[in-house]
Each structure stands twice: as C-alpha cells, then as structure tokens.
C-alpha cells in the first residue's frame, strides 16, 4: 500500500510539473509538441485518478478530519485535470467543453461534501447547482457590475498567491509540521476554488452560445429528404433550371444557349413559375415562341426601345479628337465663358425671394 501511494505521489507530481511547464512555454499550443506533451500529461492525471479510486483514498462516510495530511493534495486532482484540458485541441468543441465542466463540478461536490467551501463560495456554489447554464459570477448585461466583481475577485485571487507563497516558503518545515502542510493545501483549495468559478462563468457564457448555434443550425430532415426527392421527380419529368433545355424546346441537351459573342442559338421562354409551366404543356391555349430572340432585338431596335452607338443619344458626351485644333479651341472658349459667368454670377444670385 506504502509503494502505491508512492508511486501515486510521484506520478502526481511529474503530472503537476509537466502542466506547470506547458503553462509556462512559449510554444504555440497548435503545434503537434505541444499537444503531444499536453496528452502525455493528461493521461498522467487520468491515471491518478485511477489509483486515487483504487486506493479508497476518500470516503463518503468520513470528514475533512479523517483524510491524511498527504492526502489532501489529491482533492485537488479533478481541478488540475481540468483546467489543464482547457488547453486541448478537440474538433468537437461542445463536447470538449462538457468533459471540462464535468471536472469541475466534481471537484467542486467533493469540496462540498468535506466543508471546505468558505461561505461566500458556498452561495455560489449552490447558485451555480441550481442553473448551471445560465451561471454567472455577475449580470452579463451590466458592464459595470461585472467589472467590478472582476477588479473584486483580482484582488481576492493576488491575496491568494500571497499566502500559498508564503506558506510555500520552506518546503523542508512541512515535513516535519503537520499542521503547517495542511494550512498549505488548505491555501491551495481556497485558490483552485477561486479559479474554479471564474472558469465556470466562462463556460456557462460559450456552452450557451454553442447551444444557440447548434439550434440554429438547419438538420437535414425529412421535410428535406421529401423537397429533394420531389426535384429529383421533376427533374425525370424533363424541367431542368437550364433555359436551353426547357419543356417544348428542340435543343441538343447540355448544349450551349449562346455563343461566344453571346448570339442566340435557338429560341427560349423565359419564366419563373416552373409548376404553372409544367401544367400548361399539354393544355390546348398553351403559347410556343413567336418569334426569335434576333427578332425580337429587331423590333425593339425598330420602335427605339435599344440604344447603340455614343453621342448624346446615350447620355455619353462624344470624345474629341486631340488632333482637331479647331474643336480643340472651340471647347476651351466655351470653358473659358462658362468661368466667366459663374464668377459674374454667383450660386444663388439670382434668389431674390427672402431679400428685404
């Protein structure tokens, strides 16, 4: 029993040390290094959670009395877990999420259950039991209270490390003074803790806004199963979207509907109502083309619905020619007269309306 509960204290501590480093590097977590070590150390975790259990380390039964000194460290075990799988890569996110707020909810029961919790943690603990998702250390919709919770809690936390600093000081007097490594564990707890609920806050807020998403997300259900079967019908019945491929066209299919310089290849009708379409084929009053789409360009140009050519016609005034000296005077003296008279006549000059 002595060995295993070595061998579980060496192998938390490697745990412990492997997370302090990643924590600490500059190495971008989306390397494969990084996240190979991240697992690595994950897996160390895991893995003290199976001696911890196997070892009825903790009881139900017992209080915060009955657990060894050397013991106490381990209650801390479900918060490095998962603070440190805060740093991994899933591709499913809301499950990723879940398995963090999974640790700490039972890092935080077994904290309930021992008493450790002070009486402000307490309140939040069981505000946070009675709603998780809509958990909140402050009202997401009031900028300043929630600030100054966060300057409240910064200070409360900078307090925290002073005192496990402190107590932290000299590790060779813990061995030999029981009640000076408890008080050191104790800090630890009261430390984790305040974390804990800060990371809470967090998840709560993305766990609802992948909620949101995920139900706006449209499912591929039977009411599309049924909408694409339906086209798929249609599609046999020979409509197709593609205008050289219409009911009633003699056209080679999947042949083009124009040239290359956009010249028509054969007739088309244009419409945007495909069921009244396909009813109508076979109905005695139903309308073919009358005419071609050049026929038709003909007689727009004919009744002078199209313009073609520059000039004033199209609203573009003509080019002048550089080398016509002429046309080239004529328009710099209409410049020059037009300048003249507006500096003799300035906007509004002629306004005599309001005048005394």
């Not at 190495?27 to 911890?52: G, H, M, W, Y």
Request: proline fraction near 4%; charged fraction near 30%; hydrophobic fraction near 30%.
């Amino acid at each position: 029993m002595n060995q295993q509960a070595n061998t579980l204290q060496g192998l938390f501590s490697s745990a412990k040390a492997q997370k302090k480093s990643l924590e600490t590097s500059s190495e971008p977590i989306n390397t494969p290094q990084f996240q190979d070590s991240l697992n690595d150390a994950i897996s160390k975790f895991e893995q003290c959670q199976q001696r911890v259990a196997q070892l009825s380390l903790f009881s139900p039964n017992e209080s915060v009395e009955d657990i060894t000194t050397g013991n106490l460290q381990y209650l801390t075990l479900d918060y490095h877990l998962a603070d440190i799988l805060q740093r991994s890569y899933s591709a499913d996110r809301l499950k990723s999420l879940q398995r963090i707020q999974a640790a700490y909810e039972k890092y935080m029961e077994n904290l309930d259950h021992y008493g450790l919790l002070s009486q402000t943690d307490k309140k939040l603990y069981e505000r946070y039991s009675n709603n998780p998702k809509e958990f909140s250390l402050a009202p997401l919709n009031d900028a300043a209270s929630r600030r100054e919770v966060k300057v409240t809690r910064f200070r409360e936390e900078k307090d925290l490390k002073q005192k496990l600093e402190y107590l932290s000081q000299n590790r060779s007097a813990l061995q030999n003074d029981d009640e000076l490594a408890r008080k050191l564990y104790f800090a630890e707890i009261g430390l984790y803790t305040h974390q804990t609920f800060q990371a809470l806050d967090l998840l709560s807020q993305e766990l609802s806004i992948l909620s949101l998403m995920a139900a706006a997300t449209p499912s591929r259900g039977p009411a599309v199963e049924n909408d694409a079967r339906r086209r798929r019908e249609q599609d046999k019945s020979g409509y197709s979207e593609r205008l050289d491929t219409g009911p009633g066209q003699r056209v080679r299919q999947g042949g083009p509907l124009l040239t290359k310089s956009g010249v028509p290849l054969q007739p088309f009708v244009l419409t945007n109502k495909r069921t009244e379409l396909q009813k109508g084929v076979f109905r005695s009053g139903h309308n073919l083309p009358t005419m071609s789409i050049d026929e038709y360009l003909e007689e727009e140009k004919r009744r002078g619905g199209i313009i073609e050519g520059g000039g004033e016609a199209s609203g573009q005034p003509p080019e002048i020619d550089e080398d016509d000296i002429e046309k080239a005077d004529e328009e710099t003296m209409k410049a020059r007269e037009w300048d003249e008279f507006t500096e003799e006549n300035p906007r509004g000059s002629g306004n005599t309306l309001n005048r005394g």
